[in-house]
């Protein structure tokens, strides 16, 4: 087996239990979540939902995310 696949879905930092008022994650401590982030009026990008990497081309996320929104720009 290979060492990414033993690997995959464990975080490189150890879990503390759970936390209240958010945490800064270390840079790849979750290397199988996307943000995805959507234009807002303004121009400027936001981060409005998360997602999972289920592999190079595809992210899966909750469909609300994406409801009754019309063609925007995304970027993940």
């Known amino acids: 087996m290979s060492k990414a696949c033993k690997d995959c879905g464990r ?3 150890p879990i503390t239990g759970f936390t209240a008022g958010g945490q800064v994650a270390e840079q790849g401590a979750w290397p199988w979540m996307a943000a995805i982030m959507m234009r807002d009026r303004t121009g400027t990008f936001t981060v409005s ?15 609300h995310c994406f ?10």
Not at 49 to 63: D, E, K, L
Not at 67 to 76: A, E, F
């Open 11 to 13: 975080s490189s930092v």
């Open 49 to 63: 939902c998360t997602g999972f990497i289920i592999s190079r081309r595809h992210v899966i996320s909750a469909a």
């Open 67 to 76: 409801h009754r929104r019309k063609v925007i720009p995304v970027v993940l």
